[in-house]
């Protein structure tokens, strides 16, 4: 099933590379439906409907077990990884509100999809690009540029996931209730957060172990990130950032950020003893986009993480785990050792290539990415690796990607030896109207 699976993919990728219909980016499909909100149209709205769908191929970890308990090693499935419905509306030359709304990670074990507002904030200008102020339930955050990094516009075809730490544990996909400021000096380019994260979990009881916990804070936190532009200048009206413009622009940035959390970490001593401790996340990347001759590109991201969520924090995730039971230390389906205090080295590296090379059809991205994770839990490093393409049928608005994605799995903890890579092979099509 996995081969023939991947094997159609590769297919459906070539048809769709090889198509003679000539790509009209003016109107192949439609730009954002756009309503003045005056006579002279400097007051908008601006609508945004985007999903992607996905047919996956998963190798599964050792034990895991359907729904109903049949042993299971691998399965394909569909899913709607992302759907959602924004609203950009600009109500005078100063004020922006922003509204966002739509469900993540529907499949067949789902039950009906849960639509809840993403994004629901208010921007003022107080002086243009250089410094606007805002609030509301908004996705604005530090640590990296990937941290910040546009769904839509993404060059793998999905975001790592430990890009995102706090995500659902302290906020609300990655949003949380705060004020910003944002802007760009020179060639500089700032964004600074202060926000109440949201609590999920009560006090956590004493563990056996002496490893840091979650704590149900009620302290404020702190969140930056900066950019210094040498080529072109960026600036952005809504927090989210493109990881590739795919040749359409010269960019190479250096970033720094954070995520500071008081408060938020429970560590506990033999005699029951708590203490509390303070969660840090820090980052630091280098991201370049580089056109050259015959409309080629390449792009280039790097980021280190170090991340403090208190002693020998280890956290596992996966992607639409369905699946159930299983034997690995990581639990079952396609979970992994993903987020812990430790320090991650994550790059990709994409290469567009020429307009010639199939101008009938669009632009072809090739893609890797690599993860080294170092965590303080685990007594070896361990590995993720990822290769890919995309299809730019029309820009980022219909885009076909493919992506195989090989995980590590820990055979024992203790000795923290990986003892096999199991594979995941994803197509996605996004539809951005």
Known sequence: MKRSFILLSLICFSILSSAKTPVDHESKIANNLLIPLNDSGSAYSKLSFATQFWARQTKLNPGS?????DPIASEFDFALRRTRFSMFNKLNKKTTFYTQFGFNNLNASSSKPTIYFHDVWAMYDLLPKSLSLGFGLNGWNGISRLTNASYQKTLTLDNPGFNIPSVNHSDL???????????TLNRLNYRAVIS???????????????????FPSTQLAWKAYTTWNFWEREYFQTPYVPMTYFG????CNLGIGFDFYPGSVAEFDKSGGRTLKDRMLLGADYFMELPFKNNQAISVYSVIYNYNFGTNYLRTSGTMNRWYDGTATEGAGNTEYKIGTGNIWYSTLGYLLPQSFMEKAGRLQLFCAYALKDFEALP????????GANLFANGHKLKFSMQYSLRPLVKNIDAGVPSQHLGTFIFQTQIVI
């Open 380 to 387: 070896q490093k361990i590995y993720n690796y990822d290769f």
């Open 65 to 69: 077990a359907t729904i109903s308990g």
């Open 196 to 214: 109440k994260p949201m609590v999920y979990n009560g006090v956590p009881e004493q563990p056996e172990t002496k490893n840091g916990y979650e």
């Open 173 to 183: 996909e990655i949003r949380q209730f705060g004020i910003f400021i944002k802007g």
């Open 248 to 251: 359409e622009k010269k960019i």
